[in-house]
């Protein structure tokens, strides 16, 4: 029974890192350090810290998809456009982190808690 978990634990820094630059990647992509004041905070063991402005306003959340197809059985093309969502600042977060989660352990439905605080309390 012990090992049972080895997988996680093994891929678990690297899935910390990997969420670290998924997210800030697109968050500069959508300019949100400059929109809300979004910014990395630190990072110990699996729990990342970011500050940012309270806002309602959402921001874009493009979920993994599956590869686009290339015919159907009609022999029509069809395409698959990726959905955008919209989501506030934690939910993106998030979900930036389940996406990435998702790509190391695809066998297990990664989840995570996001809290939004005026400071950190652990």
Known sequence: YSARNSPIQGTQADMVKEMIVEIGREARRQRLPQRF??????QVHDEIGYKHNPTDELVEFVPDQPPKLTGNVSGDKVEVEPKVQMVTIPEFINKMMCKVGNRYLSYIKM???TVTKKTWTK
């Open 37 to 42: 004041n979004f910014k990395f905070l630190f």
């Open 111 to 113: 989840t995570a808690e």
